[in-house]
């Protein structure tokens, strides 16, 4: 009991700080719109007391009261929202950290030390230290406050010095609290080919857990991200709403704790499962970055922050432009010759987009990839398949006057391939029990070293062999099973967590050594999608599902954290009960590509993709490098509306959708959203069929921003799976 009753002069001398230098101060991270305040309390800890809309007068700060809850018993120690709490101290609650000493001690009490600030590419870092009064363990928080994008990036560093490893069951990279009278989480989760799927509840006392466990294609049940609506469900364009997401792409948690009062605690974490993690003497473990924005105007202006931040910090050549391309899979799967992709490569010529990328079957001899049982690991081009190799085919390409792509899936194997039976100790398995398998394969072991070189290697010999290989596609099909690292050996504790970082060092060499080839994150779909990955990949494939209907779904809830020009979408003969304009409009709203035979096209329909093309390529600065509006749900009516605005505001480009109407039901104008109100613009339907005219009453017209923004326009029908895409021209 006489720990629970340390008195702010003994905290701080054990801790070893200056009273007079450290008591009260108060550590301000801000953005042009938002304020996390902390402060250092009379007991030499560290605490949050704000966590809102920017307060206006600096001396507001110092009325800021870091105990939210006093003990129960009466004691002079009083409970506040500390912000790295460690287990084992007075807090009822869930810790950030959690190790267990040399001596067996599990409890760890932090103490300020100290703290710095200093200015980084668009924004400012602090960084503050804290410390253990009785055991050598140190944790350093990093905060890089982005003004203009009001984004918060946040992650921890964990050092030590004892003299055998500690022992880590719990290691967040942040803790953020709110003091509401309720709370509303929005998660999205689903599977393969229902990716992103967006539900809402009330958050209740006690914890809601969001996690995953799968090691690899980690975000096929469950995304990375969340949203917490305060005091109300987090709504489109008013209310005040936490937006947050772990740069991981292994097993994340995310624990989200209502207490005894009603403050809500949100601890964004790697997932400690089957992850206790020895820490050796002097090693430091690095937390995943979580990425937040704090909006008092709504889920809109939320992803708008996190869009635009994106774009300027986060994802590979997030400035830079985009590719159209034509895929071959949906057309041929495995069954392709090189004079079959020769023919496809001038199909993509004609259709004008700006390269062919072969998909999956390309290679293997011993064990020829004719499906998914075999071939993995064998990175060689088949031969009776493929006589000329890979450089033929880009020989074909240039030919056609396109640019050429692959897929590769390098961090797979499947137990039939000469890889395997080479090196069966690079796969993750069990050394003494029966294997199973997901999609007949198995997961490299990234925490080898060894396994990292050869899976560069790969790329290495690709790009040295053909240079002017244009784009990759890297695939990730496979959960980890059989969950054992033959390389970890006794110290399996770090698997989950090591595989990881043997992921990321692989993307960052490719990337340090390839910048300028364009690569496509894919995991089976959409499970790949954090934001840590995104530094090395251009874009990443949402679903597999390219159903426009069930697009609409994925990609409303993709775009919530994900600028368009990261979000590939494809043109396929799924759902052919839709039409091919409809299929194309839906792709239009992310970034356009084709997966589908040409040759199953009418001449109309393939002038059609011609022109939409062309449209696209037209509106880039509006839909790659403008702000996003999401005007109408497809998750709250029959339709849905998106539009786009240019930086300038000089060009915009509305993206309608009749879903599943019913008969005759009320129709509403669609009002746009970030115009100028003084410009006047043009207002011209596109993506029209050959020989068709619009029926839009607004067609051709000139109208003033402030009318569209405030009266809108009718762009809805009755019609099941309708679509309009309406161009806005500043005159």
């Given at each position: 009991m006489?720990?629970h009753?340390?008195?702010a002069?003994m905290?701080?001398?054990l801790a070893?700080n200056?009273?007079?230098?450290?008591e009260?101060?108060?550590?301000?991270?801000?953005?042009n719109?938002t304020?996390?305040?902390?402060?250092?309390?009379?007991?030499?800890?560290l605490?949050q007391?704000?966590?809102?809309?920017k307060?206006?007068?600096?001396?507001d700060?110092?009325?800021?009261?870091w105990?939210?809850?006093a003990?129960s018993d009466?004691?002079?120690?009083?409970?506040?929202w500390?912000?790295?709490?460690?287990?084992?101290n007075?807090d009822?609650?869930?810790?950030?950290?959690?190790?267990?000493?040399?001596?067996?001690?599990?409890s760890?009490?932090l103490y300020y030390?100290s703290?710095?600030v200093k200015?980084?590419?668009g924004?400012?870092q602090?960084d503050?230290?804290l410390?253990?009064?009785?055991?050598?363990v140190e944790?350093?928080l990093?905060y890089?406050?982005?003004?203009e994008?009001?984004v918060?990036?946040t992650?921890?560093?964990i050092?030590?010095q004892?003299k055998?490893?500690?022992?880590?069951?719990?290691?967040?990279?942040?803790?953020?609290y709110f003091?509401r009278?309720s709370?509303?989480l929005?998660?999205f989760t689903?599977d393969?080919?229902?990716?992103a799927q967006?539900?809402t509840?009330?958050l209740?006392?006690?914890?809601?857990i969001?996690?995953?466990?799968?090691g690899?294609?980690a975000a096929m049940?469950?995304?990375?991200f969340f949203m917490?609506?305060?005091?109300?469900p987090a709504s489109?364009?008013?209310?005040?709403v936490?937006?947050g997401?772990l740069?991981?792409t292994?097993?994340?948690?995310?624990?989200?704790?209502?207490?005894?009062?009603?403050n809500?605690r949100?601890i964004?974490?790697?997932?400690?499962y089957a992850?206790?993690?020895?820490?050796e003497r002097g090693?430091v473990?690095?937390t995943p970055?979580?990425?937040f924005?704090?909006?008092?105007?709504g889920t809109?202006?939320?992803?708008?922050?996190l869009q635009?931040?994106?774009r300027?910090?986060?994802?590979?050549n997030?400035?830079g432009?985009?590719?159209t391309l034509?895929n071959?899979?949906e057309?041929?799967?495995?069954?392709?010759?090189q004079?079959?992709?020769?023919e496809l490569?001038r199909?993509?010529?004609?259709?004008?987009?700006?390269?062919?990328l072969?998909?999956d079957g390309w290679?293997?001899n011993?064990y020829?990839?004719?499906d998914?049982?075999a071939?993995?690991?064998?990175?060689?081009?088949?031969q009776?398949?493929l006589?000329?190799g890979?450089p033929a085919l880009?020989e074909s390409a240039?030919?056609?006057?396109v640019?050429?792509g692959?897929?590769i899936?390098?961090?797979?194997?499947n137990?039939?391939s000469?890889?395997?039976?080479?090196?069966?100790?690079w796969?993750?398995?069990y050394?003494?029990?029966?294997r199973?398998?997901?999609?007949?394969?198995?997961?490299?072991?990234?925490?080898?070293?060894?396994v990292?070189d050869?899976v560069?290697g790969?790329?290495?010999?690709l790009m040295?062999?053909?240079p002017?290989l244009?784009y990759?596609k890297w695939d990730c099909?496979?959960p980890?099973t059989n969950?054992y690292s033959?390389?970890l050996?006794?110290?399996?504790?770090?698997?989950y967590i090591?595989?990881v970082?043997?992921?990321?060092?692989?993307?960052?060499r490719i990337?340090?050594n390839?910048?300028d080839v364009?690569m496509?994150?894919?995991?089976?779909?959409?499970a790949?999608?954090?934001?840590?990955?995104l530094?090395y990949?251009?874009?990443f494939w949402?679903?597999?599902?390219?159903?426009p209907?069930?697009?609409a779904?994925?990609q409303w809830?993709?775009?919530?954290?994900?600028?368009?020009k990261a979000?590939c979408?494809?043109?396929t003969?799924?759902n052919?009960?839709?039409?091919?304009k409809?299929r194309t409009?839906?792709?239009?709203?992310?970034k356009l590509?084709?997966?589908i035979?040409?040759?199953?096209?009418s001449?109309?329909?393939?002038?059609?993709c011609?022109a939409a093309?062309?449209?696209?390529?037209?509106l880039?600065?509006?839909?790659?490098e403008?702000?996003?509006?999401?005007?109408?749900s497809?998750?709250e009516s029959?339709?849905?509306?998106?539009?786009y605005?240019s930086?300038?505001?000089?060009?915009?480009?509305?993206?309608?959708?009749?879903?599943?109407?019913?008969?005759q039901?009320?129709?509403l104008?669609?009002?746009?959203?970030?115009?100028?109100?003084?410009?006047?613009?043009?207002?011209?339907?596109?993506?029209?069929?050959?020989d068709a005219?619009s029926s839009?009453k607004a067609?051709g017209k000139v109208?003033?921003?402030?009318?569209?923004?405030k009266?809108g326009?009718?762009v809805?029908?009755?019609q099941?799976?309708?679509?309009?895409?309406?161009?806005f021209?500043?005159?």
């Amino acid at each position: 009991m006489m720990r629970h009753l340390l008195c702010a002069a003994m905290g701080l001398a054990l801790a070893g700080n200056s009273l007079e230098a450290a008591e009260n101060q108060v550590i301000r991270i801000s953005t042009n719109h938002t304020d996390l305040v902390l402060q250092v309390a009379e007991n030499g800890r560290l605490y949050q007391t704000y966590l809102g809309e920017k307060l206006l007068h600096e001396a507001d700060l110092k009325e800021l009261d870091w105990a939210v809850h006093a003990a129960s018993d009466g004691s002079v120690c009083k409970r506040g929202w500390e912000v790295y709490g460690g287990s084992g101290n007075e807090d009822f609650f869930e810790p950030a950290l959690a190790v267990t000493h040399n001596d067996g001690n599990a409890s760890t009490w932090l103490y300020y030390v100290s703290s710095s600030v200093k200015e980084v590419e668009g924004g400012t870092q602090t960084d503050i230290v804290l410390r253990d009064d009785a055991y050598p363990v140190e944790v350093t928080l990093h905060y890089v406050a982005y003004p203009e994008e009001d984004v918060i990036k946040t992650w921890s560093e964990i050092v030590h010095q004892e003299k055998k490893p500690v022992y880590l069951s719990a290691y967040a990279s942040t803790m953020l609290y709110f003091n509401r009278g309720s709370y509303y989480l929005t998660e999205f989760t689903g599977d393969w080919a229902k990716e992103a799927q967006m539900s809402t509840g009330q958050l209740q006392p006690g914890k809601k857990i969001v996690d995953t466990k799968l090691g690899s294609r980690a975000a096929m049940h469950a995304s990375p991200f969340f949203m917490v609506g305060l005091d109300q469900p987090a709504s489109e364009n008013q209310g005040d709403v936490l937006m947050g997401t772990l740069g991981w792409t292994g097993n994340f948690r995310f624990t989200f704790e209502v207490d005894n009062v009603g403050n809500l605690r949100i601890i964004p974490s790697v997932n400690p499962y089957a992850s206790v993690y020895p820490l050796e003497r002097g090693e430091v473990f690095t937390t995943p970055e979580f990425v937040f924005t704090y909006s008092a105007e709504g889920t809109g202006k939320g992803s708008r922050n996190l869009q635009d931040w994106m774009r300027k910090y986060q994802l590979k050549n997030g400035t830079g432009d985009r590719m159209t391309l034509l895929n071959n899979w949906e057309n041929t799967a495995f069954n392709f010759n090189q004079e079959l992709l020769a023919e496809l490569m001038r199909e993509a010529k004609d259709l004008g987009v700006d390269l062919f990328l072969l998909d999956d079957g390309w290679f293997g001899n011993k064990y020829p990839r004719k499906d998914d049982k075999a071939g993995l690991g064998d990175w060689e081009a088949t031969q009776d398949k493929l006589p000329g190799g890979v450089p033929a085919l880009i020989e074909s390409a240039k030919q056609a006057g396109v640019k050429f792509g692959i897929w590769i899936e390098p961090e797979m194997v499947n137990p039939k391939s000469e890889l395997f039976e080479k090196h069966p100790d690079w796969a993750i398995h069990y050394p003494n029990r029966e294997r199973y398998y997901y999609r007949n394969q198995l997961v490299l072991d990234l925490s080898n070293p060894e396994v990292q070189d050869y899976v560069c290697g790969v790329v290495d010999k690709l790009m040295k062999e053909n240079p002017e290989l244009a784009y990759f596609k890297w695939d990730c099909n496979s959960p980890i099973t059989n969950i054992y690292s033959p390389y970890l050996k006794e110290r399996q504790g770090r698997l989950y967590i090591d595989h990881v970082r043997g992921v990321y060092n692989v993307m960052k060499r490719i990337h340090a050594n390839y910048p300028d080839v364009t690569m496509m994150l894919c995991s089976g779909g959409g499970a790949r999608c954090d934001y840590e990955a995104l530094k090395y990949f251009d874009e990443f494939w949402c679903s597999d599902d390219t159903d426009p209907v069930e697009r609409a779904y994925i990609q409303w809830g993709f775009s919530h954290f994900f600028p368009a020009k990261a979000m590939c979408a494809h043109v396929t003969s799924w759902n052919r009960a839709s039409s091919v304009k409809f299929r194309t409009d839906m792709a239009s709203m992310c970034k356009l590509g084709f997966d589908i035979g040409l040759d199953e096209l009418s001449q109309d329909e393939l002038a059609y993709c011609r022109a939409a093309v062309a449209n696209w390529n037209r509106l880039k600065p509006a839909i790659l490098e403008g702000s996003q509006y999401r005007l109408v749900s497809p998750y709250e009516s029959n339709h849905m509306a998106v539009n786009y605005v240019s930086e300038d505001k000089a060009s915009a480009v509305l993206f309608a959708y009749d879903i599943h109407p019913r008969y005759q039901e009320k129709l509403l104008a669609v009002r746009m959203q970030g115009l100028d109100p003084e410009k006047m613009y043009l207002v011209k339907e596109i993506n029209l069929m050959p020989d068709a005219s619009s029926s839009l009453k607004a067609d051709g017209k000139v109208y003033s921003g402030d009318y569209l923004m405030k009266v809108g326009l009718d762009v809805f029908g009755f019609q099941q799976m309708q679509s309009r895409v309406i161009e806005f021209v500043a005159q």
